[in-house]
């Protein structure tokens, strides 16, 4: 590091001295050097460092309005603030890095060329490979994902930049081709993973570094490689491959074992009691001698030691079996892991959309005598049914083979109602995690990050309103392309599309609409909602008690009254706007660039008005903070205990008349888990989700920034306030309602309050909190 910092600090002299003599950065004091920096700056510190330094007044300066610093030193750091005092006839002057807000057209002249070079140097020249140090913001496919040298298991389509496979754009990182296909770039080993590139300012903090570290440790050694942490410094660059070989032959190994059976829902909650014991692996043996013995000893715990045991999901912690019933089941649906796909059924029975020629008839086959049983009083258009429907094994064409079925308690049929809904759960957890999930919240905002950055100065006032909901977001992403949703990652290896997983969440990206993340009119669209002038949030809700849309529609307001008096303080009328160069470029790349491949839609907004400026960023920031927030954050708490939310199913409903069937009555409870998701799956995808529904140290949450001082403008200040407040006032509310006895969906047969909406968390697994991005 230390070539590439002196590389940098000679670019900065040269362009300092370059500006300077062009006359272009205004009157320059001379030089002064920070004291005592050297002894301070050598430790690592997650800790705010103080330093003085002193200048010789030069009346013909006048105020100070900017300053230049250059770091000599080899080591980086981020300043955040400066504080002149004793400033002749103004006393104290204090600067907040990037708290300046000026429109282009207003920038002093002192810092327009500052403003339009540093655009340029972040949109970089489109070529070559980027390296650690660099803030080069590009986009490029998904082209990423693949390992095509290896073979063709590790195959993957390019998603992006095609009418067949249109995606989201991600970071152009610049890594050489791969050697058998110059279409894919080339990959970098697992255990290299927290070395992706993404431009600098977007790395995690040292303490976030330090979080996620943590985070995978306790993912590999609870799912896949106990004892890692212990020798991780013992890797040499010579047994890195020998060791990804291994972290793959593993979980191929066990799973092919017959031990990777639960036999009961007793031996599922040893998880959270006593941790789960794996058999020694007998592979083991044949790689014995690649690598050092305490390392194999260490690592690769083949002892039969215990795993280490789970937090016990909010979902059982009152009641181990309420998961089991119907109320909890439909409950789920509203205010659960994934409420945002149900919707109003506005005929029956429901007739399919997809095109006859292609697929032939897949209407539904529900029909009024399967449920006048199940009436109770009341109409066909509310009893629970699932129908299950399999491909025609003449083919696609040919329609579908389904079958139809309703409650059921005891028995054979007891089970196989049990079995219907977790088959439900399974397609509702792949999609979930892959749509709702990683495809709506994480892969579409990337593009409006990049696009903010190559276009939007940091003096910008959308940029200084939007930069706070893209923390952390593309450093999660890069590290998701490297061990999650690539080939062979942990997302195929625990979802139910396996290797099409991308590709299921590229097909719905084909409906993706820009105006429609929006919550009011997602809510409508599914017809949850209609629209109302007089309701106090433009539309009325047709299921009242909707926890996720109830405190999503607040959530939702107070982020858009918040957007327009920002936006107001800035855009005095809709002529400023469409006279914004800088706002012009950004969202023309937005739409063009990082969705060029939807870029012909004709959703896109213009962006010719304040209002529609004020709805956009009212989505970019709903999306970023409370959308991202509802779908991750209950994954521990809903999906940790696995056969609530199973990830995958192993096969079909037995048929009466087999021993399959008749295992139905006469032991359930393995006739369930030996369809859903296997042991060690189990293990792996509640490690996941336990890392990925956890709060850092360092999060900021909605309606927070990470210093008080981030803009000079005190209007817009005040307007923050105003937000906060709001916020504050929307989480009694929630409170309150969750202690409703009348509103029967807020807490269910599990007795777990909805609390996905409420805005403040503190550290860890907590099941609420709205951080200001998507940051994990």
Not at 480 to 500: C, M, N, W
Not at 679 to 699: K, N, T, W
Request: hydrophobic residues 35%; aromatic residues 10%; charged residues 25%.
């Amino acid at each position: 590091m230390e070539d590439v910092d002196r590389r940098k600090r000679v670019k900065i002299e040269e362009q300092s001295e370059r500006l300077t003599v062009r006359g272009l950065s205004g009157k320059v004091g001379k030089e002064r050097n920070l004291k005592n920096l050297v002894g301070t700056l050598i430790p690592s510190t997650n800790s705010d460092s103080t330093f003085e330094l002193e200048f010789n007044w030069e009346d013909e300066i006048g105020v100070p309005g900017a300053f230049l610093i250059i770091n000599r030193h080899n080591k980086e750091f981020y300043l955040k603030t400066l504080t002149l005092t004793q400033i002749p006839d103004v006393g104290r002057v204090h600067f907040v890095c990037n708290s300046w807000t000026y429109l282009p057209g207003e920038t002093p002249e002192g810092l327009r060329h500052y403003r339009d070079e540093e655009l340029v140097e972040l949109r970089g020249t489109g070529s070559g490979k980027r390296e650690e140090w660099d803030r080069v913001y590009d986009y490029d496919v998904y082209n990423d994902l693949s390992e095509p040298d290896k073979d063709l298991n590790w195959f993957r389509p390019i998603f992006g930049g095609s009418i067949d496979r249109p995606y989201p754009r991600r970071c152009r990182t610049g890594r050489p081709s791969s050697n058998s296909d110059p279409s894919m770039e080339s990959r970098i080993g697992i255990l290299q993973s927290l070395k992706i590139y993404v431009p600098r300012d977007e790395r995690f903090s040292e303490l976030k570094m330090e979080d996620v570290y943590a985070y995978g440790i306790k993912l590999v050694s609870q799912g896949l490689l106990p004892g890692f942490k212990s020798v991780m410094d013992k890797i040499s660059d010579e047994i890195v491959g020998t060791l990804e070989h291994i972290l793959h032959h593993k979980f191929e190994s066990i799973s092919s074992n017959k031990f990777n059976e639960f036999s009961s829902f007793k031996e599922v909650l040893n998880l959270y009691e006593g941790g789960l014991a794996i058999p020694k692996l007998s592979f083991l043996e044949s790689v014995r001698e690649k690598i050092p013995s305490e390392f194999i000893r260490e690592l690769l715990r083949s002892d039969g030691e215990h795993l280490s045991k789970f937090p016990v999901p909010q979902v059982i912690k009152e009641d181990n079996d309420a998961w089991r019933t119907d109320e909890e089941f439909g409950r789920e649906l509203l205010a659960g892991i994934c409420p945002v796909v149900i919707q109003r059924l506005q005929e029956f029975p429901p007739t399919s959309k997809l095109d006859p020629i292609k697929f032939g008839n897949q209407n539904s086959t529900i029909t009024e005598e399967h449920l006048k049983d199940h009436m109770n009083g009341l109409s066909v258009w509310e009893p629970i049914a699932i129908e299950l429907s399999l491909p025609h094994p003449a083919g696609d064409a040919a329609g579908a083979i389904s079958t139809v079925h309703t409650p059921a308690s005891n028995g054979a049929k007891g089970t196989i109602w049990l079995l219907a809904k977790a088959y439900a759960n399974v397609n509702d957890s792949g999609y979930h995690q892959l749509v709702c999930h990683w495809l709506h919240t994480h892969a579409t905002i990337e593009p409006f990050i990049i696009a903010t950055n190559r276009q939007l100065s940091v003096l910008h006032p959308i940029h200084k309103l939007l930069h706070p909901h893209f923390r952390d977001t593309m450093n999660i992403n890069a590290l998701s392309r490297q061990t999650l949703i690539s080939a062979g990652g942990l997302l195929e290896k625990t979802v139910f599309p396996d290797k099409y997983s991308l590709a299921m969440s590229c097909n719905m990206y084909k409906k993706w609409d820009f105006t429609k993340q929006a919550l009011p009119a997602d809510l409508i669209d599914r017809g949850m909602a209609v629209e109302d002038s007089t309701a106090p949030h433009g539309v009325r809700l047709l299921l009242e008690d909707y926890p996720f849309a109830v405190d999503g529609l607040e959530i939702w307001s107070a982020i858009r009254s918040w957007v327009k008096d920002y936006v107001f303080v800035y855009y005095k009328n809709d002529e400023e706007v469409q006279n914004d160069n800088e706002l012009i470029n950004w969202w023309e790349e937005v739409r063009t660039k990082g969705h060029g491949d939807l870029k012909n839609e004709p959703w896109w907004p213009k962006m010719h008005t304040r209002d529609e400026l004020i709805q956009s960023c009212t989505i970019i920031i709903w999306v970023a903070s409370a959308l991202h927030a509802a779908v991750n954050f209950g994954q521990y708490p809903y999906g940790g205990y696995l056969p609530n939310r199973p990830a995958m199913s192993r096969r079909f409903l037995p048929k009466p008349g087999t021993t399959d069937y008749d295992e139905l009555e006469t032991n359930p409870e393995k006739a369930f888990l030996k369809t859903v998701t296997p042991q060690l799956q189990s293990i792996l995808g509640i490690s996941l989700i336990e890392v990925l529904s956890r709060h850092s140290a360092d999060e900021v949450y909605l309606g927070e920034r990470d210093t008080p001082e981030w803009t000079a403008d005190k209007q817009a200040l005040e307007a923050f306030d105003k937000f906060g407040a709001n916020l504050r006032d929307i989480e009694k509310n929630i409170e309150a309602m969750n202690l409703d006895e009348k509103l029967i969906n807020r807490t269910g047969p599990a007795q777990m309050p909805y609390t996905l909406l409420y805005p403040s968390s503190g550290i860890g697994l907590t099941g609420r909190g709205i951080p200001n991005s998507v940051s994990i």
